[in-house]
T-cell receptor, first 115, second 112 residues
Framework: DAGVIQSPRHEVTEMGQEVTLRCKPISGHDYLFWYRQTMMRGLELLIY????????DSGMPEDRFSAKMPNASFSTLKIQPSEPRDSAVYFCASSQFGTGANIQYFGAGTRLSVL | QQQVKQSPQSLIVQKGGISIINCAYENTAFDYFPWYQQFPGKGPALLIAIRPDVSEKKEGRFTISFNKSAKQFSLHIMDSQPGDSATYFCAARVSGADGLTFGKGTHLIIQP
């Protein structure tokens, strides 16, 4: 398996623009997680899905952030409008129930820079 | 509120030495404690994990020590090698939930 695939790897945008980050989980995994990594706050859970249904979005910082999972093989994280403080590395991870839903496999991340 | 506190922030160890990273938590509902390893430009990868019903788990050169009463756990890397140079994160998961709460990470450098 190719692992969790995220795109783009790097994104540079201007403040106010819409940003869409994409994730393809490992085939057969039924949990998908979005995390954000910054120097100040470390790795933070933003939202996670189980069987394409959002379970906990309490980590989403504000209404400018939204996430969807239209099917088992694709998820998006959208920021609209983007702000400089959104600059971070965004990770997607997936896991499979039956492994205890504990082993989360991370993608390589999307480095977002908002100017 | 930082639910998992990790120290030190950075660590330099000589090749062949023992690297020790510590974490402490407050939430007694945590029931699973993994350690993740992250290399530059990569996502975190699971290294080793422990549940609170055991006090120690060893996999090769990596050992987790767990002290439930003190609400602390630590990662020991024996015979540290330059290839172990990476950022290490401790994490914890609340029973019944699935998202991980991470410590802020330790940047480990193994000097040849």
């Amino acid at each position: 398996d190719a692992g969790v695939i995220q795109s783009p790897r790097h994104e540079v945008t201007e403040m106010g623009q819409e940003v869409t980050l994409r994730c393809k989980p490992i085939s057969g995994h039924d949990y998908l997680f979005w995390y954000r990594q910054t120097m100040m706050r470390g790795l933070e859970l933003l939202i996670y899905f189980n069987n394409n249904v959002p379970i906990d979005d309490s980590g989403m910082p504000e209404d400018r952030f939204s996430a969807k999972m239209p099917n088992a093989s694709f998820s998006t994280l959208k920021i609209q409008p983007s702000e400089p403080r959104d600059s971070a590395v965004y990770f997607c991870a997936s896991s499979q129930f039956g492994t205890g839903a504990n082993i989360q496999y991370f993608g390589a991340g999307t480095r977002l820079s908002v100017l | 509120q930082q639910q998992v506190k990790q120290s030190p922030q950075s660590l330099i160890v000589q090749k062949g030495g023992i690297s020790i990273i510590n974490c402490a938590y407050e939430n007694t509902a945590f029931d699973y404690f993994p350690w993740y390893q992250q290399f530059p430009g990569k996502g975190p990868a699971l290294l080793i994990a422990i549940r609170p019903d055991v006090s120690e788990k060893k996999e090769g050169r990596f050992t987790i020590s767990f002290n439930k009463s003190a609400k602390q756990f630590s990662l020991h890397i024996m015979d540290s090698q330059p290839g172990d140079s990476a950022t290490y994160f401790c994490a914890a998961r609340v029973s019944g939930a699935d998202g991980l709460t991470f410590g802020k990470g330790t940047h480990l450098i193994i000097q040849p």
